[in-house]
């Protein structure tokens, strides 16, 4: 059965395997700044590096407000036994109306970097949403040159549909993104 609205409330928190999701909360602050004001880290994000606490808080509020509305989530992911924070993922847009699709976003610490966290990360976030959410349609968005975040939405069904030229701005110029999309069943 197809509901109508996504259903964001309680808790959500969500099982990956050896990870463990959970929404965005005030408590993750002080490493989400320590994460995103890594150069590395948000080379391919929309976002320029974090340059001061607030900037994180910002974010949380966003991903807080998006939850709210049901318009998408954004977790925290920790790694199950010592509970460190590993980066972040969830839906950063969902389309109920007219057409029941969601877009999937992630983005892991440079330590975390080939070391598989996505291998259990991204099924879960496909099966919520087309489980849990009961959408139709999963997308990515990925910026040219983040051949990692190619290859993993490829092993996990995701098919590259094309690319939309010049379709963002951030950090002072337009960018390319490649579509990414996965149908479910």
Same mark, same amino acid.
């Given at each position: ?8 409330? &309680?808790?959500? %928190? ?5 990870f ?10 002080g ?15 929309? @976002? /320029?590096?974090?340059?001061?606490? $607030?900037?994180?808080?910002? @974010?949380?509020e966003?991903?807080s407000?998006?939850?709210?509305? !049901?318009? &998408?989530?954004?977790?925290? @992911?920790? $790694?199950?036994?010592? &509970?460190?924070?590993?980066g ?6 969902? %389309? %109920? ?18 070391? #598989?966290?996505?291998? !259990?990360?991204? /099924? ?20 040219? #040159? ?5 290859r993993?939405?490829?092993?996990? #069904?995701?098919?590259?549909? #094309? ?11 337009y ?11």
């Open positions: 059965m197809i509901s109508l609205d996504p259903d964001l409330r &309680g808790d959500l %928190i969500v099982d990956a395997g050896n463990e999701l959970r929404p965005l909360a005030p408590a993750d602050a490493e989400l700044f320590a994460h995103l004001a890594d150069v590395e880290v948000t080379a391919f994000m929309d @976002i /320029p590096p974090l340059n001061e606490i $607030e900037d994180a808080h910002a @974010i949380i966003w991903a407000s998006l939850r709210a509305v !049901g318009g &998408g989530v954004r977790w925290s @992911i920790r $790694e199950r036994t010592t &509970g460190a924070f590993v972040t993922a969830g839906f950063n847009a969902l %389309i %109920i109306e007219r057409g029941r699709r969601g877009e999937i976003a992630y983005d892991l610490g440079r330590a975390w970097w080939g070391r #598989g966290v996505m291998a !259990g990360v991204l /099924p879960t976030l496909v099966s919520f949403g087309f489980e849990r959410l009961t959408l139709r349609r999963l997308e990515a968005l990925v910026t040219p #040159g983040n051949d990692r975040s190619c993993l939405l490829e092993r996990h #069904g995701f098919a590259r549909e #094309g690319v939309l030229r010049e379709y963002g701005f951030w950090k002072d110029r960018w390319d993104q490649i579509v990414y999309g996965r149908i479910s069943l």
